[in-house]
């Protein structure tokens, strides 16, 4: 069975950290390309982070720095590290597993930000 499950979610407050990961099931990392999207409530869905199969990795600009992405072949898990995290880093946010013909998506993980 294919599918991606994210924890680690929760409540943190500004300048704080939390480490995301999400579980994948029949997925092979050295061909697909693992992302990290949020989406905040009114906005679209936006890429925070993402890991090619030869793990070369992309950031936004707005968490460049602050956020690290990662994976562990041998546990299948991949990671979002966050850092100095802001009110605006508030949002769902969800992994991707993506290659040509096969784009998966988990259910997500609530990311609040807020003292």
């Known amino acids: 069975q294919v599918q991606l499950v994210e924890s680690g979610g929760g409540l943190v407050q500004p300048g704080g950290s939390l480490r995301l990961s999400c579980a994948a099931s029949?997925?092979?990392?050295?061909?697909?390309?693992m992302s990290w999207y949020r989406q905040a409530p009114g906005k679209q869905r936006e890429l925070v982070a993402s890991?090619?199969?030869?793990?070369?990795?992309t950031y936004p600009d707005s968490v460049k720095g602050r956020f690290t992405i990662s994976t562990d072949s041998a546990k299948n898990t991949v990671y979002l590290q966050m850092n100095t995290l802001k009110a605006e880093d508030t949002a769902v946010y969800y992994c991707?597993?993506?290659?040509?013909?096969?784009?998966?998506w988990g259910q997500g993980t609530q990311v609040t930000v807020s003292s």
């Open positions: 029949g997925i092979l990392f050295s061909i697909n390309r």
């Open positions: 991707n597993s993506y290659r040509v013909g096969r784009d998966i």
């Open positions: 890991i090619g199969p030869g793990g070369r990795t």
